[in-house]
């Protein structure tokens, strides 16, 4: 059986501050060992639960953050940008029987440990037919879509508590419990990576391609909202995407595969609008 872990960073262990996971700082070199650690945890777990293979896709900001001369190395890494599915690229492959979303964490407007939805900031809302839209749930639908079931999830207590929402059969893991976006009471390496390993081990019973998840009778209805006008106004550059308001935007997507790819077209265009000092 081939796993899928989709690995992001602001849920990892130890992790509760933005230079903890801005690559360049001395404190992102420090959290990419326990990022790392997290992750062959899973790996292991999968392995005990009867993975043959493990494609980790990296999905925290540049990509490019996870010490792959410290992986396991009975696994394969997608390092790197940019890819068609973003944090669930490689679900698309057939063989794939599960998908595991590490280090998550809450949507935008949210409580949680660095809670947001694809930006730091900029985006203060997101909604997905009515639903709050957090990663895992956006990530979720495209996952459906190719009938591929989500097993874990991992990241603070918000995030197991999101994970119920989309999928309730996974198995969670807190590794951290929030106190603010910026503080949590957090649990160090070597209990996470037991608690996360067992955890993959059970989820590993979870694995097994559905069948594909049908699209909503009328699509998806994507909705966000930020917090300066001129970035809806930059969002709407995209076609099908329209103004709803001065810091709203709406667009609808027959299917999940279309619904990602535009979110991520939108928060490219909302990024590039961001100007140093005000937003």
């Not at 997290?38 to 996870?66: K, P």
């Not at 049908?214 to 909202?225: C, F, K, N, S």
């Not at 709406?250 to 077209?265: D, V």
């Amino acid at each position: 059986m081939k796993f899928l872990i989709s690995a992001d960073m602001e849920g990892a262990t130890g992790v509760t501050w933005p230079a903890d996971v801005e690559p360049g700082t001395e404190q992102w070199q420090r959290c990419r060992k326990m990022f790392t650690s997290d992750v062959n945890a899973a790996i292991a777990g999968f392995f005990d639960g009867g993975a043959d293979e493990v494609l980790v896709n990296e999905a925290h900001s540049t990509m490019r953050n996870l010490l792959l001369e410290e992986l396991d190395h009975r696994a394969v890494m997608l390092t790197g940008r940019h890819k068609e599915l973003s944090m669930v690229e490689g679900i698309q492959d057939q063989s794939v029987q599960a998908v595991a979303f590490l280090g998550y964490h809450a949507p935008a407007g949210a409580e949680g440990v660095l809670a947001h939805t694809y930006l730091a900031n900029s985006i203060t809302s997101v909604r997905v037919n009515g639903e709050i839209g957090s990663e895992g749930r956006l990530n979720a639908h495209v996952a459906a879509e190719f009938g591929v079931p989500v097993v874990l999830v991992t990241g603070d207590d918000r995030t197991c508590a999101d994970a119920a929402g989309y999928a309730p059969q996974a198995v969670t893991v807190a590794v951290k419990h929030c106190v603010s976006r910026y503080a949590a009471i957090c649990r160090p390496p070597q209990q996470t990576a037991g608690a996360i390993a067992a955890a993959a081990a059970q989820a590993g019973k979870l694995a097994g391609r559905r069948t594909p998840a049908d699209p909503p009778a009328r699509g998806y209805t994507v909705e966000l909202e930020v917090d300066a006008a001129q970035l809806a106004q930059a969002a709407a550059i995209v076609p099908t995407v329209h103004r709803t308001g001065e810091r709203t935007v709406s667009y609808q997507s027959q299917n999940a595969w279309g619904m990602i790819r535009c979110f991520k077209t939108v928060t490219t265009m909302i990024a590039a609008a961001v100007e140093q000092h005000y937003g």
